[in-house]
């Protein structure tokens, strides 16, 4: 089973791994003040490195992203190691 572990700047961490659903949340360039949830991305287990490139992508394109749910929102910028195992 793949998984990948994202370290924040303040040392705390998440783990990711197959069957996750990972929800990007952007800003709406048009009207700033309205959601902009994106398409959830459904974490597969395909090879270890689609894997890692499936997070990073996110991480790249978004400013925020949920797992699993809309109950918790994570900062894309404050996300300093991308660790896969």
């Known amino acids: 089973m793949h998984e ?47 894997f890692i490139t499936d997070i990073l992508g996110i991480l790249c394109q978004y400013d925020f992203f949920f797992v699993n749910n809309l109950q918790k929102a994570y900062n894309t910028k404050f996300v300093i190691r991308v660790k896969g195992f």
């Not at 902009?36 to 689609?50: A, M, R, T, Y």
């Open 4 to 50: 990948v572990k994202l370290t924040f700047t303040d040392g705390k961490y998440i783990l990711l791994k197959p069957g996750d659903t990972v929800i990007p949340y952007g800003i709406n360039r048009i009207n700033p003040l309205s959601p902009d949830i994106k398409e959830p991305v459904v974490l597969d287990n395909n090879s270890h490195d689609e």
